[in-house]
């Protein structure tokens, strides 16, 4: 009884520095393992992670964190809220194209091409701000602790169930958009743990209050959930845009729409997030032009510019390449006549993969000035990928043009 008291007064101090130190959420769970071991097994085996190798490499150490952590027996579960109360504007869009959502966040539409860069990645990297008050934590927890301690922090990066964890102790319940989902605050969360090799009093789990609601499953635009509680990465839209490496295929670019760094809408869609608080911690609030930023000036970055431009954010893990591809999508998206100058000059890129979005860009837009720049960038195009979506494009704008002749003359 005596050490039942005791563990239960540092649970509770642990809490409470976890809290001072600026984490909303925070609970307490055993290490043992994980409830939703198998069906991560099962989507791995049914390949829904896509790209993502390094889940397949941790499969056993996310499956079992004894395997990770041999001495611990307590994990401490955080959460960090990082929402900015800023809507996601409307735009002016071509034909094919319409915003994903008709979210409350949607306001007046703007002239210049605007992107969409999900919220986490305004502000500065997540992973170094929340390691270090996590070791903070521990630091803490040793000077009033007696006793041997040992302790390892872990902030998305490292092989760990991470939802599961912060569902058993008692942080919110994973809702059928995947998202770990706090009943009172919503799931504007990045996640956290801190392993301890010490015994500590676990929280309760909270039961799933989704219901009948399937709003999020929804409002995907690529249909990325084959169901409730299930995703595939592969059609996500924030994989698609910082997981991928290669092109994004052909028929999800369309429903892409205008996202440049990962999504937002399963989260926005969500009524648990209609009374969502801004965070309090000023690191996370929206970096100069990465709120809505314009879109034609990002597809001229050198890699110096975007290094420099994005140095400390999320928005590295993309790489150039990456990154401006995904501009050339929402700008092929966007339909913007004013677009392309840049996209014509993005066809002289070095890398072939920025080519070749740019050429379905500028295909999708389809004007005569578009037209003679794929036509004089097959001329020399050397690389067989981009070849291919510079032919692909021309083709598809003759079709269209056909078509449409065909309408006009009766047939």
């Known amino acids: 009884m005596m050490r039942s008291k005791t563990e239960q007064a540092l649970s509770l101090r642990i809490k409470e520095e976890a809290q001072r130190l600026g984490f909303e959420l925070v609970g307490i769970s ?7 071991e198998e069906s991560f097994a099962k989507w791995l085996r049914k390949e829904l992670h896509g ?4 889940m397949k490499r941790t499969e056993e150490l996310r499956r079992d964190p004894r395997r990770l952590v041999p001495w611990a027996k307590s994990i401490v579960s955080v959460g960090m809220n990082y929402f900015t109360a800023f809507p996601r504007p409307a735009v002016n869009v071509g034909a094919g194209f319409k915003p994903a959502t008709k979210s409350s966040c949607v306001r007046e539409a703007t002239d210049e091409p605007k992107g969409w860069i999900s919220r986490y990645a305004w502000g500065d990297d997540y992973h170094e701000l929340m390691k270090k008050k996590l070791e903070l934590l521990l630091e803490t927890i040793r000077t009033f602790h007696d006793g041997p301690l040992e302790g390892k922090a872990f902030v998305d990066s490292g092989p760990v169930l ?70 595939d990465a592969r059609r996500c839209i924030s994989y698609l845009t910082i997981e ?16 440049i760094f990962g999504c937002d809408i399963c989260q926005e869609i969500c009524p648990y997030n209609v009374k969502a608080e801004a965070t309090a911690e000023s690191a996370y609030a929206p970096r100069a032009g990465l709120y809505a930023p314009d879109l034609i000036p990002l597809l001229a970055l050198t890699h110096a510019e975007f290094h420099q431009r994005f140095r400390g954010s999320p928005i590295l893990r993309a790489k150039r390449r990456g990154f401006l591809r995904n501009v050339a999508v929402a700008l092929g998206n966007l339909r913007s006549p004013e677009a392309v100058p840049a996209l014509i000059l993005a066809l002289d890129d070095e890398e072939p993969l920025v080519r070749g979005h740019a050429a379905w860009a500028l295909g999708r837009i389809g004007s005569p000035t578009a037209i003679e720049a794929l036509q004089n960038r097959l001329a020399v195009e050397e690389d067989g990928g981009a070849r291919n979506e510079i032919e692909t494009a021309v083709g598809e704008i003759g079709n269209r043009t056909s078509d449409i002749g065909d309408q006009r003359s009766g047939f």
């Open 244 to 259: 991928l490496k290669g092109p994004i295929p052909r028929h999800l670019r369309s429903l892409v729409g205008n996202h």
């Open 162 to 231: 991470e939802r599961d964890w912060a569902g058993v102790a008692g942080m919110g319940w994973i809702g059928k958009n995947t998202h770990l989902i706090s009943p009172q605050k919503g799931s504007w969360f990045f996640l956290g743990e801190l392993f301890l090799s010490i015994p500590l009093t676990s929280d309760r789990p909270i039961r799933d209050r989704c219901g009948k609601c399937d709003l999020c499953l929804k409002a995907c635009p690529t249909g990325a959930f084959i169901g409730p509680y299930v995703l």
């Open 51 to 54: 790209e993502l190798e390094y």
């Open 30 to 36: 055993p290490v043992k393992l994980p409830p939703h």
